[in-house]
Structure formats: structure tokens, C-alpha cells
């Protein structure tokens, strides 16, 4: 008889982002924008101008930041915030996480807590916009419930390359 071995994984510990956080995070957006091909960034940031976006900005409604349980450093994060082109009562998201070492579930953790604040916040919406040839967001997204409901066009990548938007919608 084979026994199969069972692994089990350390829960992913899910807390507000804070200033502490943004040398870790930008590291994470910049290896994922200069990969390429999976966000609509295609500009490196530098730390000031992250910060400004996940901590000050006005149409921030929660940035959360996954936490490796091994080490404590950060594996990832995720924005929620208001968007001119959507109603009130929705937010807009967006997901980082680390490529190496990747860490299973840092997504999961990440939307269970994000999605939770939104429904006490009373948002009965979340738009999830992604680049048509992100396979792995657009399959995120979808795993997490999220439904298409727009498609932008062409939209164009700096160096003019066309490459569709789709908007996925998880009604709260």
C-alpha cells in the first residue's frame, strides 16, 4: 500500500499595507513589469511613486498585503479602489504577487480579505480589469468568481501593440 504524503501549507497572514511594506512591493511590481506581458504597467516604479498609489491616493478604498508565513516579508499585495468609470458602489482591483519564490495562495488570501472590507464598506460591486493576453489573471479572476462583462479594444501598449481589456465584474 502507498501512502501519499500530505502537505500542509502555513496560513497566509493578510494584513493593511503600511509604509514599511513599499520597498518589498515595488520590488514585486518592477520584476513583474519587466517580465511584461501580464500588466497593463509597463513604467518600473520607483517607491515614492507606489506609495503615493497604495497608500495616499484619494480613490484608495483598502490595499492589503499577503505575508510569507516563513520569513514575515511580503508576497504580495492588493488594491482596492474607486474609479471614475464605475459606479459609486464599486471598486476597482488589482493583484501583485511575488514571482520568485512564489507562494500558492497568496491570491486566495489576498481577495478573501480585500473582498470582505468591500462588502463592509458596502460596495456591491468589484471590477477587475486585465489585459487580454494575461492568461494567469484572467484565470485568477475567474477562480475567484469574477464574470466578463466589457471588453476594451486594442487598447495600445506603449510601443503601440494592440491588446484587448477585459473587464470582469463579481457582484458582493
Known amino acids: 500500500m502507498h501512502k501519499t504524503a500530505m502537505t500542509t501549507h502555513a496560513p497566509i497572514p493578510v494584513r493593511a499595507t503600511e509604509p514599511a511594506d513599499i520597498t518589498a512591493l515595488t520590488a514585486i511590481i518592477n520584476t513583474i513589469i519587466a517580465i511584461g506581458g501580464t500588466t497593463a504597467y509597463e513604467d518600473p516604479f520607483t517607491e515614492e511613486r507606489l506609495a503615493a498609489r497604495l497608500l495616499d491616493d484619494p480613490r484608495l478604498i483598502c490595499c492589503h498585503t499577503a505575508l510569507d508565513p516563513a520569513d514575515g516579508s511580503p508576497a504580495g499585495y492588493q488594491v482596492l479602489k474607486r474609479h471614475l468609470d464605475l459606479p459609486p458602489d464599486w471598486g476597482d482591483i488589482a493583484t501583485f ?22 462588502r463592509a464598506q458596502g460596495l456591491v460591486a468589484i471590477n477587475a480589469t486585465i489585459r487580454a493576453d494575461n492568461k494567469s489573471g484572467l484565470g485568477y479572476y475567474g477562480k475567484m468568481g469574477f464574470e466578463d462583462h466589457a471588453v476594451a479594444k486594442a487598447v495600445p501598449l506603449k510601443d503601440g501593440t494592440p491588446v484587448d481589456r477585459i473587464s470582469k465584474r463579481l457582484v458582493l
Open 97 to 118: 504577487a511575488r514571482v520568485e519564490p512564489k507562494l500558492p495562495g497568496v491570491g486566495r488570501a489576498l481577495f478573501a480579505a480585500t473582498s470582505a472590507f468591500a
